[in-house]
Nanobody, 117 residues
Framework: QEQLVESGGGLVQPGGSLRLSCLAPGSISDLANMGWYRQGTGDQREAVAT???????AYSDSVKGRFTISTDSAKNTIDLQMNSLKPEDTAIYYC???????????WGQGIQVTVSS
């Protein structure tokens, strides 16, 4: 079973930045949908930033203007640039992709992001 590999998480102070990367299972051009989700302690998993084939993006209101989702075709990664981080951004972040023609999506194992002074 395919699994995504996420990297780039860690501990950062409020106001700081982190960049998460997710290695896609093959070419970015084979993906219909891709995105980053997060789940804080005691919370439900929520979509943070998503991208569709063709490049259209969507962001949750809580991160709009601070987070940017992008892809790197040379590295086959889906990246999430997170700026102006707040303590409430603390969560486990998950990468999610769905290949063109597939019904089910693939999840990563999750990576911890902690925003604290």
């Amino acid at each position: 079973q395919e699994q995504l590999v996420e990297s780039g998480g860690g501990l950062v102070q409020p106001g700081g930045s982190l960049r998460l990367s997710c290695l896609a299972p093959g070419s970015i051009s084979d993906l219909a949908n891709m995105g980053w989700y997060r789940q804080g302690t005691g919370d439900q998993r929520e979509a943070v930033a998503t991208m569709k084939y063709g490049g259209s993006t969507a962001y949750s209101d809580s991160v709009k203007g601070r987070f940017t989702i992008s892809t790197d075709s040379a590295k086959n990664t889906i990246d999430l640039q997170m700026n102006s981080l707040k303590p409430e951004d603390t969560a486990i972040y998950y990468c999610n992709v769905r290949k063109i023609g597939d019904v089910y999506a693939i999840w990563g194992q999750g990576i911890q992001v902690t925003v604290s002074s």
